[in-house]
């Protein structure tokens, strides 16, 4: 073991979004998700390698609605969400519902105050 750099492997699949944003390329954006969940599921899920996706932090209207899509594609176990102790920072309470009742949900909070900066 050692730093993250001295263990680095190439990427099997990536895909070029070619925006800061997912706003601007929704369907496109979609899609490459839709892709890149294909691809592990026909050569990594047999295996039984686990799958970490780290979805944007855009938790407002569009940005909602592309989590819960990205959310449907993978169909996790287990769910770690990070909290802000301002609240307008976080996911509603409702982005959630209607999408899984057996997930494993683990709410993680920030513990540094509103406009103080982290060491």
């Not at 890149?36 to 047999?46: D, Q, W």
């Not at 287990?78 to 409702?94: C, D, I, Q, T, W």
Request: proline share 9%.
């Amino acid at each position: 073991i050692g730093p993250p750099f001295s263990h680095q492997s190439p990427a099997v699949m990536s895909v070029f979004f070619g925006d800061v944003s997912p706003a601007n390329q929704p369907d496109f954006y979609v899609r490459s998700v839709c892709r890149l969940v294909e691809v592990y599921l026909e050569k990594f899920f047999p295996e039984g390698v686990p799958l970490v996706v780290n979805t944007h932090g855009w938790v407002r209207g569009l940005g909602i609605s592309l989590v819960r899509e990205v959310y449907r594609l993978v169909r996790p176990e287990h769910l770690v969400v990070f909290r802000s102790s301002e609240g307008s920072k976080n996911m509603p309470a409702y982005w959630l519902d209607g999408l899984s009742d057996n997930i494993k949900v683990c709410g993680v909070t920030d513990t540094v105050p509103a406009g103080a900066s982290s060491p």
